[in-house]
């Protein structure tokens, strides 16, 4: 069974500031996913990682994989208000997804 | 395009009450996912299915059913419902390609009492 943890599990930051989630898993994964979710919605897909040394990048948020490291992180760039969210990383072996605990992230102003 | 869509959006069972949530989706994706989710919690993978007629377990299946007799839906039947069974389900579909790519649906809040 593939575990995947995250950390922080929560982050305040102040808008304009930089900060790296992270996310670490047990064994291989075929791939790695980031999804965001909103209190009380459902989740948004972000990005998906395919290949060692994948890099994606959307506005504020910049994800990368290291497989040899079996890391994951998601950095963001000069913080807005907008991006307060939750952040789940995911990985996957075969058809089965394992998530992780999420990390609450809270912007202020 | 709706997407992917669930009913009930809410429900309050009682323990030993039975019931089924349905997920629908007009993407013409080929796999479907139920997961759970709870409080502090990530998701959590109930079954799965990748294609029609099939479905397979995933981490938490015990007490739970599923059923895919249509490419768009994907039934998950509590026969028993139980208060661990108090959740929030996600429904989840994809295209069966490289990335496996998740579209969720809005997700329902059972509370079994």
């Known amino acids: 069974e593939l575990k995947v943890e995250q950390n922080p599990l929560f982050l305040s930051m102040q808008e304009g500031k930089n900060y790296t989630i992270y996310c670490n898993y047990s064994?291989?994964?075929?791939?790695l996913y980031w999804y965001r979710q909103d209190p009380g919605k459902s989740l948004e897909s972000l990005f998906v990682l395919l290949s060692n040394g994948a890099v994606k990048q959307e506005g504020r948020l910049m994800a990368s994989l290291d497989t040899k490291a079996r890391l994951s992180t998601l950095h963001i760039t000069a913080a807005v208000h907008d991006l307060s969210a939750t952040y789940f990383c995911a990985g996957r072996t075969g058809n089965q997804f394992y998530f992780g605990t999420g990390t609450s992230l809270t912007v202020i102003p | 395009n709706a997407g992917v869509t669930q009913t009930p959006k809410f429900r309050v069972l009682k323990t030993g009450q039975s019931m089924t949530l349905l997920c629908a989706q007009d993407?013409?994706?080929?796999?479907m996912y139920w997961y759970r989710q709870d409080p502090g919690m990530g998701l959590r993978l109930i079954h799965y299915s990748v294609g029609e007629g099939t479905t397979a377990k995933g981490e938490v299946p015990d007490g739970y059913n599923v059923s895919r007799l249509k490419k768009q839906n994907f039934l998950l039947g509590l026969e028993s419902a139980a208060p661990s069974q108090t959740s929030v389900y996600f429904c989840?579909?994809?295209?069966?390609?490289?990335?496996?790519?998740?579209?969720f649906g809005p997700g329902t809040r059972l509370t079994v009492t």
């Open positions: 989840a579909s994809s295209y069966r390609d490289r990335a496996l790519l998740q579209y």
């Open positions: 993407m013409n994706h080929e796999y």
């Open positions: 064994t291989t994964s075929d791939r």
